[in-house]
């Protein structure tokens, strides 16, 4: 059974950083695309980064290029979401999604496996 379970998330001043985890089990970890979405009360899920099954090949949303960093460590089945100068509008339940095709998409739907979501908050 496929599991992705994310943490990190709490409450940050703006301008603060937080560092996301999401540890991954029940899948063969380096042969899946990972991702990080964000989701806020009444609006869709939203891409934010992607990244290669090797780790060369990452993709991030126009918003938070500059200011977070994805990044995978195959040998502990985990993928990184580090965020720095955070703003408030970063505010949302973020999620980590897997999925065995190849590195390039940002569609959710094309994600077959889902965490549970940790919350991130940000203060102004």
């Known amino acids: 059974q496929v599991q992705l379970a994310e943490s990190g998330g709490e409450l940050v001043q703006a301008g603060g950083s937080l560092r996301l985890s999401c540890a991954a089990s029940g899948l063969s970890f380096s042969m899946y695309t990972m991702a990080w979405f964000r989701q806020v009360p009444g609006k869709e899920r939203e891409f934010v980064a992607t990244i290669s099954r090797g780790g060369g090949g990452t993709d991030y949303l126009d918003s938070v290029k500059g200011r977070f960093i994805i990044s995978r460590d195959n040998a502990k089945n985990t993928v990184y979401l580090q965020m720095n100068s955070l703003k408030p509008e970063d505010t949302a339940l973020y999620y980590c999604?897997?999925?065995?095709?190849?590195?390039?998409?940002?569609?959710?739907?094309?994600?077959?496996?889902w965490g549970q979501g940790t919350q991130v908050t940000v203060s102004s």
């Open positions: 999604a897997a999925r065995l095709l190849s590195y390039g998409s940002r569609q959710s739907a094309s994600f077959s496996f």
